[in-house]
Structure formats: C-alpha cells, structure tokens
C-alpha cells in the first residue's frame, strides 16, 4: 500500500522557537494532503487541507500565520508552527489521498510536539 | 466540527469475543470509513462503505451503514489481543477525502 512518511516523530521545543514538521508521500504523488492536530484521548480535528502548488485552506479557527502550510511538490507538505506555545502542544497527523478523487487517506505516523 | 459519534467511548472484551462499534453522523455523506489508531501512532484505513452500500466485509471486520438511521457499525469477530486500539469512524461528504472524524472508540481485547 501507499505510504506517508512524517518526520520528526517526536520534538520538544522551547517557547517563541518555530517547528517544521513534514509529510511526504513515498510512493505515490499526493495532490491533496491534510494536517490533523489530536488532543489525549480526542479525535482528530482537521486543521487544513494543502493543494500542490497553491495555498492552503485552513479550517475555521486555525490561525493561518500561526501554521504555516507548504505543498512545493507532489510529494511533500509541510506544517511550520511558529513562535511555539505550550497550549500549541499536541499530536499532529497529515495525511494524502492518491488522487482527487480517491476517497481513501493514507496517514503518516504523526508528531508529538511538547513546548516547554 | 465533528460529525460522527461512536459508542460506547470504551469498550473491554476477552479474546475470541466480538466487538460492535457504532457511528452516528449528522449530515449527508457520500461515504464513510473506518479507521484504528494504535497509541501514539498515525491512523490505518480500515474499511469504506458507499452511501449506495449497506454492508461490507474485510476479513474479520464487517461494517454496515444505515442511511436513514444515519448510523454505522463496525463489528470485529474472533477478536485478538492485537485488535487493541481506538477505531475511528469518518464521514466524507463529498467523495473528494475531506474527512471528519467521530470521537473513536478505545477497545481493549484482554488475552
């Protein structure tokens, strides 16, 4: 099966520093990829959805400045978390569908970010 | 916002036992997936069923979908220790992957 890679897996950062967290699909090329954040024990809240080659569309009450959305290729998307606050802790997931129309997601193993 | 609602929130069961998931949903969907989490880790796709669908098999997972009721289940039979996990069900509105997810339910299959 398709697979997504996502790296770092885990990151502890200090307050006021930026994380970039990537995304990218092995082997196939994504044209869609989306960015999950997961609270303890919660459902996946989806924060965005990235297009190759355009911006992003964030989700009501994601702050755009605050996560930043990059898909350059066919094959990677990032998410930068900047200036980090501890209540930006969380579990982060994306994911790509093969096609537009490809109803099936894949996911990468996600990132668990803790801001000191 | 979310759109599924899964119970029970948790579940605890024997090996060998089967294990019945729901979902319920709010809006129209153009299908809805079933998806396991193991701890700390990313999802794996289970099982898609089609709003023209009312029944689905995979191995020892089976899920139905009742349209009217808005409702889904996810049945595990035979279940093993491995089975461990949360299982989420997500609702796609449109078929284009746009997907929101219940609230998962936590099952624990005890050896």
């Known amino acids: 099966g398709a697979v997504v890679s996502q790296h770092p897996s885990r990151v502890i950062c200090k307050s006021g520093t930026s994380v970039k967290i990537e995304c990218r699909s092995l082997?196939?090329?994504?044209?869609?990829m989306f960015w999950y954040r997961q609270f303890p024990k919660q459902s996946l809240m989806l924060m965005a959805t990235?297009?190759?080659?355009?911006?992003?569309?964030?989700e009501q009450g994601v702050e755009k400045d605050k996560f930043l959305i990059n898909h350059a290729s066919l094959t990677l998307s990032t998410l930068t978390v900047t200036s980090a606050h501890p209540e930006d802790s969380s579990f982060y997931i994306c994911?790509?569908?093969?096609?537009?129309?490809?109803?099936?997601?894949?996911f990468g193993s996600g990132t668990q970010l803790s801001v000191l | 916002s979310q759109q599924g609602e899964e119970d029970p929130q948790a579940l605890s069961i024997q090996e060998g036992e089967n294990a019945t998931m729901n979902c319920s949903y709010k809006?129209?969907?153009?299908?809805l997936q079933w998806y396991r989490q193991n701890s700390g880790r990313g999802l794996v796709h289970l099982i898609l069923?089609?709003?023209?669908?009312r029944e689905k098999h995979s191995g020892r997972l089976r899920v139905t979908l009742d349209t009217s009721k808005k409702s889904s289940s996810l049945l595990i039979t035979a279940s093993r220790a491995a089975d461990t996990a949360s299982y989420f069900c997500?609702?796609?509105?449109?078929?284009?992957?746009?997907?929101?997810f219940g609230k998962g339910t936590m099952l624990l299959v005890s050896p």
């Open positions: 997500a609702t796609d509105p449109s078929g284009y992957s746009t997907l929101t």
């Open positions: 990235s297009n190759e080659g355009s911006k992003a569309t964030y």
């Open positions: 809006t129209s969907i153009n299908n």
């Open positions: 082997d196939f090329q994504a044209t869609t």
């Open positions: 069923i089609r709003s023209n669908e």
């Open positions: 994911s790509a569908s093969w096609q537009l129309t490809n109803e099936k997601l894949f």
